[in-house]
């Protein structure tokens, strides 16, 4: 017979949704990431398209493809901050199949264009459509799996970055060169239907209505507004959550830098076709995936998530001097690059655990959103300012010191807190 005690704190038995079969959940997300990058990068590789720039009537101009980017990040991180609670008043199911159809219907309307002004607004659209995406693949996760396996479970979709990078920049250069850039556009919109048609298959019969695993053994389904305000006056007290904050800022803005104008780079700066570019380009995201990999088991073995995190984005910059140090080899550059997107990686996994380890549980959704939000705000400007920099200098490499500068200032901040954290 069921006790009162069970009803209030269920065993976690009771939050097993058909044993191995739940994992296709986090999976199912995966494929969701996956596919919005797609989104965010499928622009990065037309930066460099005589084509798609005389259509938009941009040739040339390095601020106005830098906006492309900025332009989008910006409103993702609005979204990201402003607009994730609807996960929390309306079925995340329901808001995450409303995204996939928002971002194909975009999507495919890119295709169409032929002026900047409505390339700009469709990727701002596209920004506000995405922003939500981490905040309720973390909602659905945290309702779906116990305690124990939510850090697996949220590893799986996390990886969907530096899969969607890796992937994404080969497939689009590939359409790109042998269909155009329109058929880029259209491309994404149909790599939507056979994600929606996995994501209805798997969601079908999970019930993610009932409360997270957390507020169940807590028997509340919210914290106590008395409670929150006075951990939020903490938490704005907080100096290692505001270091913790600007670290992130140079952690999205090294990520942001890349995506943005790693393929432009490679082109225009080494002379590599736009084939092999594909190729190239996909290198240091494998890498990234991979140092992501590393660093969550060796992070959690050690528990050092502030010493993990500085020494990732300080490898980081260490890789991007090397990168400016090679000329005459492209493969020697790009084994550089790869190192310096690994040593990124390994900072990925570990970034969340810092911040819940330096935040107070009663709060971590505030947190969570000031620190999502200021981060890509910060690193929407990014693209731009290196447009800027590479239309002031006339060269390309002044982007990529200007990234290597601001991933030593990132991981100097952390030094501090590294014996507390």
């Given at each position: 017979?069921?006790?009162?005690q069970d009803k209030i704190n269920p065993p976690e038995e009771s939050l097993d949704y058909g044993g191995?079969?739940?994992?296709?959940?986090?999976?199912?997300?995966?494929?969701?990431?996956?596919?919005?990058?797609?989104?965010?990068?499928?622009?990065?590789?037309?930066?460099?398209?005589?084509?798609?720039?005389?259509?938009?009537?941009?040739?040339?101009?390095?601020?106005?493809?830098?906006?492309?980017?900025?332009?989008?990040?910006?409103?993702?991180?609005?979204?990201?901050?402003?607009?994730?609670?609807?996960?929390?008043?309306?079925?995340?199911?329901?808001?995450?199949?409303?995204?996939?159809?928002?971002?194909?219907?975009?999507?495919?309307?890119?295709?169409?264009?032929?002026?900047?002004?409505?390339?700009?607004?469709?990727?701002?659209?596209?920004?506000?459509?995405?922003?939500?995406?981490?905040?309720?693949?973390?909602?659905?996760?945290?309702?779906?799996?116990?305690?124990?396996?939510?850090?697996?479970?949220?590893?799986?979709?996390?990886?969907?970055?530096?899969?969607?990078?890796?992937?994404?920049?080969?497939?689009?250069?590939?359409?790109?060169?042998?269909?155009?850039?329109?058929?880029?556009?259209?491309?994404?919109?149909?790599?939507?239907?056979?994600?929606?048609?996995?994501?209805?298959?798997?969601?079908?019969?999970?019930?993610?209505?009932?409360?997270?695993?957390?507020?169940?053994?807590?028997?509340?389904?919210?914290?106590?507004?008395?409670?929150?305000?006075?951990?939020?006056?903490?938490?704005?007290g907080n100096m290692s959550f505001w270091a913790i904050c600007l670290f992130n800022i140079a952690f999205?803005?090294?990520?942001?830098?890349?995506?943005?104008?790693?393929?432009?780079?490679?082109?225009?700066?080494?002379?590599?076709?736009?084939?092999?570019?594909?190729?190239?380009?996909?290198?240091?995201?494998?890498?990234?995936?991979?140092?992501?990999?590393?660093?969550?088991?060796?992070?959690?073995?050690?528990?050092?998530?502030?010493?993990?995190?500085?020494?990732?984005?300080?490898?980081?910059?260490?890789?991007?001097?090397?990168?400016?140090?090679?000329?005459?080899?492209?493969?020697?550059?790009?084994?550089?690059?790869?190192?310096?997107?690994?040593?990124?990686?390994?900072?990925?996994?570990?970034?969340?655990?810092?911040?819940?380890?330096?935040?107070?549980?009663?709060?971590?959704?505030?947190?969570?959103?000031?620190?999502?939000?200021?981060?890509?705000?910060?690193?929407?400007l990014t693209p731009v300012l290196i447009g800027v920099l590479i239309g002031m200098t006339g060269n390309?490499?002044?982007?990529?010191?200007?990234?290597?500068?601001?991933?030593?200032?990132?991981?100097?901040?952390?030094?501090?807190?590294?014996?507390?954290?």
């Amino acid at each position: 017979m069921e006790s009162v005690q069970d009803k209030i704190n269920p065993p976690e038995e009771s939050l097993d949704y058909g044993g191995y079969k739940r994992w296709a959940i986090p999976i199912a997300l995966l494929s969701c990431v996956v596919l919005a990058f797609f989104d965010k990068i499928s622009i990065a590789v037309l930066l460099s398209n005589p084509e798609f720039q005389s259509a938009l009537g941009i040739e040339g101009e390095t601020t106005k493809l830098g906006f492309l980017m900025t332009g989008f990040l910006l409103s993702y991180g609005f979204s990201s901050m402003f607009l994730g609670f609807l996960g929390d008043i309306i079925s995340p199911k329901k808001c995450l199949y409303g995204m996939l159809v928002l971002m194909a219907a975009i999507m495919a309307t890119m295709g169409f264009m032929n002026t900047y002004g409505s390339m700009l607004t469709l990727r701002i659209l596209l920004g506000i459509a995405e922003g939500p995406m981490f905040a309720i693949a973390y909602t659905i996760v945290k309702r779906t799996f116990p305690p124990k396996e939510q850090a697996r479970a949220t590893m799986l979709w996390l990886l969907g970055t530096p899969i969607g990078a890796s992937i994404g920049f080969p497939v689009t250069i590939y359409v790109l060169a042998n269909f155009g850039w329109r058929a880029s556009f259209f491309s994404m919109a149909l790599l939507t239907i056979p994600v929606m048609l996995f994501v209805l298959l798997v969601f079908r019969k999970v019930d993610i209505t009932t409360k997270s695993p957390v507020q169940q053994s807590l028997g509340t389904s919210r914290v106590p507004l008395s409670n929150h305000k006075q951990a939020t006056r903490k938490l704005f007290g907080n100096m290692s959550f505001w270091a913790i904050c600007l670290f992130n800022i140079a952690f999205l803005s090294y990520l942001w830098g890349l995506n943005s104008w790693l393929p432009t780079y490679l082109v225009e700066d080494k002379g590599i076709d736009l084939k092999s570019a594909g190729i190239f380009a996909s290198l240091p995201f494998i890498a990234m995936l991979f140092g992501e990999v590393v660093g969550a088991i060796i992070s959690d073995r050690l528990d050092k998530r502030a010493l993990m995190c500085s020494l990732s984005l300080l490898g980081a910059g260490l890789g991007l001097l090397l990168v400016l140090s090679i000329h005459s080899s492209n493969v020697l550059m790009i084994t550089a690059m790869s190192f310096s997107a690994m040593c990124w990686g390994v900072g990925a996994p570990n970034i969340f655990a810092l911040l819940a380890k330096a935040t107070p549980s009663e709060v971590s959704s505030t947190a969570g959103g000031i620190f999502n939000g200021f981060g890509n705000f910060s690193g929407a400007l990014t693209p731009v300012l290196i447009g800027v920099l590479i239309g002031m200098t006339g060269n390309m490499s002044a982007g990529l010191l200007f990234m290597a500068l601001l991933a030593f200032i990132g991981g100097g901040v952390l030094v501090p807190l590294i014996r507390r954290y």
